[in-house]
């Protein structure tokens, strides 16, 4: 899987095909996160939410981590080398970061890319990173339960996985909730917001510590 050749291309993507919705989605829980310290960020693509992050957590430290060097290089650009920001070139599962040393977890239109049960693996490793009392910002996109809406999503993303499958060998091939697996690790959800007749979803979930 290699995105690498999308960096140059992904943000006027995202702003022809959503607007502002998934930018919304992926910052819409940053009041409540403020006070967190040391963020993991996984899967940023070209740094949309690192930029705003990095500007209103002042105190916050961040690592951030991307399976392509050529996204990690557009999110670097987009924090004009912060030097509260360190970046790594690395792949989930394979990659295994430092335990328990994350008081927030961000996935950000990152999980969906992974099919069973490599999702369970990847949100195990970054589960094993996060604190006792850590939180988890996830943005996203889901199916609805019923009605039109159901039946838009449904045909928008057999779209885009087929899309994505193509243009960067990814190997997921539908849409899997991460939701059981988060809860397996002691995370539950907070708060849930959906935009875009119920498309997209932003969530902030927290460890039974802070619930």
């Known amino acids: 899987m290699s995105f690498d050749w999308l960096a140059p291309h992904y943000r006027w993507m ?57 996204m990690l290089e557009r999110a670097r650009a987009a924090v004009l080398g912060n030097p509260r920001v360190s970046f790594l070139h690395a792949s989930l599962p394979e990659w295994e970061p430092p335990a328990a040393a994350f008081d927030l977890i961000v996935t950000h239109f990152f999980l969906d890319c992974f099919p069973e049960p490599v999702l369970s693996q990847v949100v195990a490793r970054l589960a094993a990173a996060a604190t006792p ?26 779209l885009a996985y087929r899309f994505f499958r193509i243009a960067t060998a990814l ?3 539908e849409l ?33 510590a802070v619930v």
């Open 14 to 70: 995202e702003a022809v095909l959503a607007g502002r919705k998934m930018q919304r989605c992926r910052v819409a829980w940053l009041d409540e996160v403020r006070a967190c310290r040391n963020v993991l960020v996984v899967g940023e693509g070209p740094g949309r939410f690192l930029e705003v992050a990095v500007a209103q957590m002042p105190d916050a430290s961040f690592v951030c981590v991307d399976a392509s060097s050529a």
């Open 133 to 158: 009392d850590a939180r988890w910002l996830l943005a996203d996109f889901q199916i609805p339960e019923r009605g039109l809406a159901r039946l838009r999503a449904r045909g928008l993303l057999a």
């Open 171 to 173: 190997p997921a091939t």
């Open 176 to 208: 899997v909730s991460p939701d059981e697996a988060l809860q397996r690790h002691g995370f539950r959800l907070k708060s849930r917001i959906s935009a875009n007749w119920g498309l997209l979803h932003s969530d902030l979930w927290a460890r039974d």
